[in-house]
């Protein structure tokens, strides 16, 4: 079953095209990969899929209904969306910053009930932020900072997870810890996934299917082994790189060669 249907999507801003002729399908519980070089359009098209853009031409599906007819609320209830920036450095605490992906769920002017506490308590244990989660945002480095972003998408209890470069600026430890949770969470509560990635090896490693944008192009869609070609990696990226077979996952990772 498609959860969402792309169907010949256009955007631009002003007289520059962003997205041209976009067309792909994303499947109830898939984990979906969006991958491209600065500037393809990538974060461009998940602000059109989860609602907060409207393409100047086509039209995205949404269990089979315009993402566009969508209430907002009730989109937020079916939709997060975890940005690239992730949170600014509030003075909020962490738990104040995380309770704040129950409010969808509340009604006006209410407070969290007995069942919103319990779930961002959940979820912040989870993620091993419970200990601290009087500390102030503004006082977590951006590893923190972001672990704290997810903690609020996941409290929001949504149908899709939509990641914008959620390992963006992050070491490797906090990189693998982040994927991890993400990919633990996708199992436990069997929501789809959709995320965009710079690192063509994390996205072998952690993807079903990928979309491989350029120039706002889709230059190649479908399975991994498909995707990842080392030719078309090197056409799009403009640059020179090996393949290898990861040894234990058994997908494409690539490895860079100097001119």
């Not at 169907?7 to 976009?22: A, E, K, M, R, T």
């Not at 509340?106 to 601290?132: F, R, Y």
């Not at 077979?245 to 001119?259: I, R």
Request: negative net charge; aromatic residues 6%.
């Amino acid at each position: 079953m498609n959860l969402f249907d792309v169907l010949q999507v256009q955007h631009h801003f002003g007289n520059v095209p962003v997205l041209d002729n976009i067309s792909f399908q994303v499947k109830v519980g898939e984990t979906f990969g969006i991958i491209g070089p600065n500037g393809s359009g990538k974060s461009t098209l998940i602000r059109t899929m989860s609602g907060l853009l409207k393409p100047n031409q086509g039209e995205i599906l949404f269990y089979n209904k315009a993402i566009g007819s969508y209430r907002k609320r009730d989109l937020a209830k079916l939709i997060a969306v975890l940005e690239q920036e992730g949170i600014p450095p509030l003075s909020f605490s962490i738990e104040e910053v995380v309770a704040m992906g129950r409010y969808p769920w509340l009604k006006p002017l209410a407070d969290l009930s007995h069942l919103d506490e319990q779930i961002v308590e959940d979820v912040l244990k989870n993620l091993g932020l419970w200990k601290i989660k009087n500390q102030a945002v503004n006082a977590l480095s951006g590893g923190q900072r972001q672990m704290v972003s997810l903690a609020r998408a996941m409290v929001q209890q949504p149908k899709v997870l939509i990641l914008d470069e959620p390992t963006t600026f992050l070491d490797i430890g906090h990189q693998m810890l982040v994927m991890d949770h993400v990919r633990e969470w996708h199992q436990s509560q069997d929501i789809t996934l959709i995320m965009v990635l710079h690192d063509l090896n994390l996205a072998s490693q952690y993807c079903g299917r990928l979309l491989l944008l350029d120039k706002g192009y889709v230059q190649s869609y479908g399975k991994i082994h498909d995707v990842l070609k080392p030719e078309t990696i090197s056409t799009v990226y403009k640059t020179e790189v090996i393949m290898i077979e990861h040894p234990v996952q058994h997908v494409p990772q690539f490895l860079l060669t100097s001119q």
